[in-house]
T-cell receptor
């Protein structure tokens, strides 16, 4: 079982709708989780970090963490074409806080 | 300011060349990282420097040689690379916070090995 699993997509969402991106992880001891957005040919950009169970909101973005279910999600409200990108879920690795473990990424397309 | 800079943006090199990638951060971060990313794949960790000392080497071939001259600078020296080493090379930095450490990425260097 991979440490971090994401549906690779592509996920297609109409403009203005809510995009829901999901991620599961295998190590119950993981503490810190991150969502990065990566446009084609560019580097990953931090969107959200979450460390506690529950929801964390920042503008149109909401991250949700459920440690009992080992599940992290990212909701994007009022989706815009500029949100079209690959979204990478990551967690601090088992072997130490310095090692980020990434999922394979979900490619999101927002259709005008 | 969460800026990490990398030079050059693009690099084309032959298999016999020696080149270096450079990374710089001025956020006072004490950890710096090199990642390699192939197309449609997530970043793969190569090296980690903590307090200017190499703390993680992910069994990277010796043709890649990292160097951390000071807490703000990170280099990756390249020698006798193979075409399969062509990729986006990403530098990142973090503050080394105990339990909530966050890594910030630079724009990357697109490397092509001919």
């Amino acid at each position: 079982q991979k440490e971090v699993e994401q549906n690779s997509g592509p996920l297609s969402v109409p403009e203005g709708a809510i995009a829901s991106l999901n991620c599961t992880y295998s190590d119950r001891g993981s503490q810190s989780f991150f969502w990065y957005r990566q446009y084609s040919g560019k580097s990953p950009e931090l969107i959200m970090s979450i460390y506690s169970n529950g929801d964390k909101e920042d503008g149109r973005f909401t991250a949700q963490l459920n440690k009992a279910s080992q599940y992290v999600s990212l909701l994007i409200r009022d989706s815009q074409p500029s949100d079209s990108a690959t979204y990478l879920c990551a967690k601090q690795g088992i072997q130490g806080a310095q090692k980020l473990v990434f999922g394979q990424g979900t490619r999101l397309t927002i259709n005008p | 300011d969460t800026e990490v800079t990398q030079t050059p943006k693009h690099l084309v090199m032959g298999m016999t060349n020696k080149k270096s990638l450079k990374c710089e951060q001025h956020m006072g971060h004490r950890a710096m990282y090199w990642y390699k990313q192939k197309a449609k794949k997530p970043p793969e960790l190569m090296f980690v420097y903590s307090y200017e000392k190499l703390s993680i080497n992910e069994s990277v071939p010796s043709r890649f040689s990292p160097e951390c001259p000071n807490s703000s600078l990170l280099n990756l020296h390249l020698h006798a690379l193979q075409p399969e080493d062509s990729a986006l090379y990403l530098c990142a930095s973090s503050a080394l916070a105990v339990s909530t450490d966050t890594q910030y990425f630079g724009p990357g260097t697109r490397l092509t090995v001919l």
